[in-house]
Nanobody
Framework: QVQLVESGGGVVQSGDSLRLSCAASGRTFSRYVMGWFRQAPGKEREFVTAINWSEGSTYYADSVKGRFTISRDNAKNTVYLQLNSLKPEDTAVYYC?????????????????WGQGTQVTVSS
């Protein structure tokens, strides 16, 4: 049973930073792609970034490129999302997801497991 547990969300001001964590358990994730998605009120869930666990290659949505950074710690089985220069439009619930494939994917339907989400609120 795969479990993904996010943490690190909070309320911050515009320009601040946060680091989200996603602790993964239940499988060996070396052949997985780990992704972060977000969903704002009244909007569809959207892709933020993803990382190939074994290779470390990454992919970012244009809206966060240069501000957000995804990384992983193999020893801790944890994926991180560093959010810098936060804007009010980054306000959303952020979800960690795991895809049982090494191929990058940006559609939520292509991910097999999901965490419960962590709220990020950015005030202006």
């Amino acid at each position: 049973q795969v479990q993904l547990v996010e943490s690190g969300g909070g309320v911050v001001q515009s320009g601040d930073s946060l680091r989200l964590s996603c602790a993964a358990s239940g499988r060996t994730f070396s052949r997985y792609v780990m992704g972060w998605f977000r969903q704002a009120p009244g909007k569809e869930r959207e892709f933020v970034t993803a990382i190939n666990w074994s290779e470390g290659s990454t992919y970012y949505a244009d809206s966060v490129k240069g501000r957000f950074t995804i990384s992983r710690d193999n020893a801790k089985n944890t994926v991180y999302l560093q959010l810098n220069s936060l804007k009010p439009e980054d306000t959303a619930v952020y979800y960690c997801a795991a895809r049982n494939s090494r191929g990058m994917a940006v559609r939520s339907s292509e991910y097999d497991y999901w965490g419960q989400g962590t709220q990020v609120t950015v005030s202006s």
